[in-house]
Each structure stands twice: as C-alpha cells, then as structure tokens.
C-alpha cells in the first residue's frame, strides 16, 4: 500500500524534444556576428571623439594668439615624426597579413605575422617618445603647450594599449591556443588601422600646421 502510493508520487518523466541541432554551427565569429567586433568599434567611436575634441581645441586656441606657435616657442622638428608616421603605414602591411591569416584559421601564418607586428610597435612607441621631444615645448609651458602634449598623449595611449594587446595575444597563442583569439586578432587590425588613420591628420595638425601660421 505505502509502495504504491510512493511509486505514485515519482513524476513522470517526459521525453525530451530536439528543436534544431547547433553541433554543426561554426565555433568562431568574424566582423559584426562578434561581440568584440562591437566592443571594438565602441571604443573606435569614444577615442574618435576625444581625438576630434583635441583637434577643435586646438584650432580654437590657434585663434587666440598672433603667432603659432606663440613667439618664443620653437617650431616642432619634423624628422622623427615623419619617421614615425612612415613606419606606422608600413605596419598595416604585418597588421593586414595576421588579419588574412586569421580568417584563414591559419594559426602558424598568424602568429609570425604578429611577432613581425610587435617588433613595429615597440620601434614605434620609441619613436614616439622621442616624438614628445620634438614638439620642442613642455606641457605647462602655455596654452600651445599643454593642447599638444593632451593630443600627442592621447593618441599614444592608443599605441600604447594596441602593442600591449598584440603581446598579450602572442603570449595566449604560444600558451593556449583558443579558437576565438583568430577573431581576435582580425578585430585587433581594424583597430590598429583606425589608431593609424588618426595619426594621419593629427600629424599633419602637431608638427606641419605651426609652419603655415
């Protein structure tokens, strides 16, 4: 009697209903089908603007003075600068090849691509400093002082950030390889072109504008 009241009680187990079978969806995700791909533009649109609002400021403060620079300060030297944005085109080519192999699930072609991309970025960043040199003013030194160093700073923690990502990533493919770092590293490219496209007018506004004043 109690057996038959406990066996009672059990629920029912019912059967279990495939709605669609995902086994044979792709495990890596490209461009706009990856959440990083839109984290990656997010931060593309936020530093866009705050590299914009640098330049506005600039050209507002360039309205302000009789000369520009203001007299006393010396014209930027362009040579290491012009350097610097030389090498910094050439490493789209690098850049572009990891991205390639990337798409291609060619894990050997990406990562020798991205050593050749870290070796660019470390010859970059010390180009860079010694690009702070070359505007040949410090940052409290005035108005021109201070908005140059703001936007030359900027744009270099963009450098920064982008070579501590590809030696990150170099690190994770030589310790654990993971399907998802291919679509990593083609998220990382578009961000490296857009630091570089932003470099191309910021260049041409810190070291080429104060010889047209």
Known sequence: MTSSATSSRVPTMKPERVVRDVSNLPTIAFGSQSIAWWGTIGFMVIEGFTLALCAATYFY???????????????????????????????????????????????????????VEVVFKIVILVLRWYGFKALNTQWNSDAYGSIVWTTLGLHTTLLVIDAAEDIGLVIIILTKMRDRLFSDVTDDAIYWYFTVAAWVPLFFMLFLTPYVS
């Open 61 to 115: 403060l360039r309205r302000n003075f009789s000369a520009w620079p203001p007299e006393q300060t010396p014209r930027p030297t362009l040579l290491i600068p012009i350097i610097q944005l030389g090498v910094m085109l050439v490493s789209i080519i690098p850049m572009y090849l990891a991205a390639r192999a990337a798409y291609r699930l060619d894990r050997s072609g990406m990562l020798k691509w991205l050593l």
